[in-house]
């Protein structure tokens, strides 16, 4: 990936993420490195290359401790070394209670409004600060050996308590967090205890600058600190919020993905050969394929979206047939009981719907559970004449995106829920609200019936924007506001 200018770069980077960028795992009597898994991670090594800067995450690997030293450090791409990768180690019982339970079984059903999933126990609080703590002490003890006043950028909700600890310990440092998911209205946020609510936004506030997906998150956390800190002042004009004679920005970040590199990855001859197997499989002549590509999530909607077909099916029977349900789905955080439940829940109404709806020579929805490589995906969005995402809520969805950059012939149709950050930007596509579900059914109908002409020309707009505001665009824009927020923090030192 071509990277942006660094000019702004001075500070030494710390970057902290719960997922660590390589993972040492024991195969086969040896040690093997799982490389970068996922967008974000390979979007954020390539500076941290660069930079030779350090990273700082959960060590998940069960050969982790093998390779690092005593200090939990390895350098890091193994073949060709560039930066430090610094391992935090978890009790299981901190994976529990931080990872699984406050992170994951509060704060994410929190987020995504999922009220009546919000589980909040004393122990799983505890674990999250004690979590948080210990990851906080690392990123100092890394700023103590780099030496100097380090650019600290924190990742997503894992972390709230992270910055202002971090503040505390290292007052020169620039501190900034980019929020991942959606940021909840304050009604929402007000049904965790007072206390923690309190100490959630008192941790943020330890940031220079705030980084949400979207404008309404941005807000709603604006709201939320003016309803548990009546003593904050925000100035909207400069997007800054003073409290304790502090200053903090908020800032909206639209996140991507690497266009370029999904663009060459659905041009290769065996993409190109995956996707006509795809086809010839599955939508021959004049058969089409829909497809969609999820982590097994309930914010993803994949229930709905399999209700949306089965009251098409069952309304419209001459639709039977013309088309064929590709669902890309990895499992996910199976060790959360609702998540164990959601995939139970998917799999048998793909099994009782294959059973009412099949015929001799087609089977409606296909489904692939697992997690594939990235040029199958790739094939997945190039082989597709509908792409549907049915999110409940999601911070941004990188899965429209890719699917935008890897349709390099221009056509194609993206079906995308308006609950979906993504939405906001991507105002060509079919928007949809999957709580609807006859409404939902039509617009997979007005999809499916789309005239080439308007596929195209809503396919030029939609790759029209996915490609002049790219991960290289979304890096540059992040990294030159933490620096504009740095020069104002030396500007302030300078005045006292
Ligand atoms: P996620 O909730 O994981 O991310 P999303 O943005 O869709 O959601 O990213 C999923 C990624 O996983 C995509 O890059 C996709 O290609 C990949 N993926 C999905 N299914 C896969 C499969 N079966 N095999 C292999 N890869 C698969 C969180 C937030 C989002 C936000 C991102 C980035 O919830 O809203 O967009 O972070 O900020």
């Not at 987020?111 to 009546?116: A, D, I, Q, R």
């Not at 087609?362 to 199958?376: E, G, R």
């Not at 992040?478 to 006292?496: N, P, Q, V, W």
């Amino acid at each position: 990936m071509p990277l942006p200018n660094l000019p702004y770069l001075d500070r030494p980077l710390i970057l902290l993420s719960n997922r660590e960028p390589y993972e040492h795992v024991h195969r086969g009597g040896g040690i093997e490195v799982r490389p970068p898994a996922g967008g974000l991670v390979s979007a954020l090594d390539p500076i941290l290359r660069r930079t030779h800067g350090t990273w700082v995450a959960w060590a998940s690997g069960n050969a982790d401790r093998t390779v690092a030293d005593d200090f939990g450090r390895v350098s890091v791409p193994p073949e060709d070394p560039a930066y430090t990768l610094r391992r935090v180690w978890l009790s299981e019982d901190d994976v529990e209670g931080f990872y699984l339970g406050f992170a994951n079984s509060a704060l994410w059903p929190l987020c995504h409004l999922f009220v009546s999933m919000v589980d909040v126990r004393r122990s799983n609080w505890k674990s999250y600060v004690r979590a948080n703590a210990l990851f906080s002490a690392a990123v100092v003890q890394e700023a103590e050996r780099i030496g100097g006043a380090p650019m600290v950028w924190v990742h997503d909700y894992h972390f709230a308590l992270v910055p202002a600890t971090i503040r505390r310990t290292i007052p020169g440092a620039l501190i900034h967090q980019f929020w991942h998911i959606p940021f909840p209205p304050p009604d929402v946020f007000g049904i965790l205890p007072l206390g923690v609510q309190g100490a959630l936004i008192r941790g943020l506030l330890g940031n220079d600058l705030m980084e949400f997906q979207t404008d309404g998150y941005a807000r709603n956390f604006v709201d939320c600190l003016s309803r548990v800190l009546p003593d904050a002042r925000f100035d909207a004009d400069e997007a800054r919020i003073e409290f304790e004679g502090r200053a903090t920005r908020v800032g909206v970040f639209p996140i991507s993905i690497d266009v370029a590199e999904w663009a060459r990855l659905a041009a290769l001859p065996r993409t190109i050969e995956m996707s006509d197997t795809l086809r010839q499989r599955y939508a021959p002549g004049a058969r089409q394929l829909v497809v969609s590509v999820d982590r097994m999530d309930y914010t993803k909607g994949i229930v709905r979206r399999l209700r949306a077909l089965e009251h098409m099916w069952r309304s419209e029977p001459e639709r039977r047939g013309t088309f064929t349900m590709l669902l890309v789905a990895t499992p996910s955080r199976t060790d959360i009981p609702v998540y164990a439940r959601l995939e139970h829940d998917v799999l048998d109404q793909i099994v009782r719907l294959n059973d009412e709806f099949r015929t001799l020579d087609w089977t409606p929805i296909v489904l692939v559970h697992d997690n594939v490589d990235a040029d199958l995906l790739a094939a997945v969005y190039r082989a597709a004449d509908v792409c549907v995402v049915s999110s409940l809520q999601d911070g941004m969805n990188l899965v429209a995106k890719e699917f935008i950059a890897c349709r390099t012939n221009g056509t194609g149709v993206l079906v995308l829920s308006r609950f979906a950050g993504a939405a906001d930007e991507l105002s060509s596509a079919l928007p949809v609200n999957p709580f609807f579900i006859d409404a939902f059914a039509d617009t997979l109908g007005v999809a499916l019936d789309m005239p080439a002409q308007e596929r195209a020309s809503r396919m030029a707009q939609l790759r029209h924007r996915v490609s002049n505001a790219t991960i290289e665009d979304w890096l540059d824009s992040i990294l030159s506001a933490a620096e504009a927020a740095g020069r104002t923090l030396k500007a302030d030192a300078a005045a006292l």
